[in-house]
């Protein structure tokens, strides 16, 4: 098969990785991709949600399947575009439809979802400029901390958690009239805010069926003991330690089915990846956000934990018979640490040299915001490498990262060395 895979961040080699170990992968294109799966596909200069172009180059190299790595295509319908149009709606598409992909679009949407489905979840709801000052009420009725999201697509960092009534007043007003993430707060999502530990449930459904796939849980904060700037995430383990089997059946029975079910109720056509952020509180797990594709970094630590043939899950998953194919997983923990840019994630330079990457022993170096300019690896965004160690626990894993980010370098280079911290 010739499969072309979108997008270019540390999610995409990681699926790049394992999609090149089946024997079904003849070629596979990755379009932007970066200087990592450059050396292992053939990265192609397409965005992915040009759409036309993206239909010219499928044409044109005999495409037979499309798996879509971001949110932002998926947002905007590309499997729509394929499927209804003629010369395209041969070859799948591994994503959900553009009204699957508004579980992520909108968090209000999301919300609806939940509540309508009997899906745990917090207590919310949702503004826009002209309802301010009644979202400024509705603040003064919860308790803090205070819950403030962007209804729309804000790269993962349009969720505000603040303990202030007046602050929180402040940024509510920030969002919605200052337009502080632009359009994706025009309507702003507030919540009432669970105490817990986070963890994230992945699913792969083919719309009637599905299989779970390693838990994980991320760190979204810049700085250490979870301080600072949230993130696109900073590192990540796989398995949950946390999650036993009692929790997991909750998840499944109490989540993902119903999740599952509820798409198949609302007539939402979904072959793709459903991403479940939870919350664990008290033993009893509530949903956070859902996101319609791998998170990252939690793929650069769940697939390769995956022991199937990731092809293989994707052609079922096409002709909607994933019931038929089992789901094997590695027994070993994987751990991930994420090298960025210093600065991130605000303003940070682009284009340092990377030295070392020769010198990774043991782990697997995915490659996030890196491209290759006059035959040197350089920095191309705030996430750079994520370095992926498996261990017989999370601790033995993170060790192994550690030691091999120890022979990295660019210039202002920062990761945090506490990842995992809150497991022990």
Aim: charged letters at 20%; proline letters at 5%; a negative charge.
């Amino acid at each position: 098969m010739t499969i072309l895979l979108l997008g270019s961040g540390g999610r995409e080699h990681a699926l790049a990785w394992k999609m090149l170990q089946s024997p079904h992968c003849s070629k596979l294109f990755v379009a932007p991709g970066n200087a990592g799966t450059d050396t292992i596909a053939t990265n192609v200069a397409l965005s992915p949600t040009d759409f036309p172009a993206i239909k010219t180059f499928c044409i044109g190299n005999k495409v037979n399947m499309v798996v879509v790595g971001p949110e932002d295509p998926l947002v905007k319908g590309i499997f729509d575009f394929f499927e209804t149009d003629h010369d395209l709606a041969h070859i799948p598409v591994i994503g959900p439809s553009k009204l699957g992909a508004q579980l992520e679009g909108s968090k209000e949407f999301a919300k609806q979802f939940l509540v309508r489905h009997q899906i745990p979840t917090a207590a919310y709801d949702s503004f826009t400029a002209e309802t301010v000052e009644q979202g400024c009420a509705f603040l003064s009725t919860l308790n803090p901390p205070y819950v403030l999201k962007a209804d729309g697509l804000a790269a993962g960092k349009g969720v505000l958690i603040i303990n202030d009534l007046k602050e929180a007043q402040t940024e509510l007003r920030n969002m919605l009239v200052g337009q502080k993430f632009g359009a994706a707060s025009s309507k702003v999502v507030i919540e009432e805010f669970l105490d817990g530990i986070e963890l994230s449930c992945f699913v792969l459904t083919d719309g009637q069926h599905y299989k779970i796939l390693p838990t994980a849980k991320d760190y979204k904060r810049i700085g250490e003991g979870d301080t600072g700037l949230n993130t696109g995430g900073m590192g990540a383990v796989s398995p949950v330690p946390f999650a036993d089997k009692t929790l997991l059946d909750k998840i499944e029975n109490r989540i993902v089915k119903p999740t599952i079910a509820g798409l198949q109720q609302d007539g939402i056509p979904y072959k793709g990846f459903v991403f479940i952020g939870l919350i664990n509180v008290k033993g009893e797990p509530m949903v956070i956000e859902y996101n319609v594709r791998m998170g990252d970094p939690e793929t650069e630590v769940v697939i390769p934990r995956l022991k199937s043939d990731l092809v293989e899950l994707f052609v079922a998953v096409s002709n909607e018979r994933l019931d038929e194919v089992a789901l094997k997983i590695d027994d070993r923990s994987a751990a991930t640490i994420m090298v960025v840019s210093g600065g991130y994630p605000e303003d940070y330079e682009k284009g340092k040299e990377i030295s070392g990457l020769e010198n990774i022993d043991g782990s697997i170096a995915f490659h996030a915001g890196t491209q290759t300019h006059e035959g040197k690896v350089v920095t191309s965004g705030g996430r750079v490498i994520a370095v992926t160690s498996y261990g017989d626990d999370f601790q033995q894993a993170i060790k192994k990262s550690y030691q091999n980010i120890a022979g990295l370098h660019f210039d202002k280079m920062y990761f945090r060395k506490d990842i995992g911290f809150d497991l022990l």
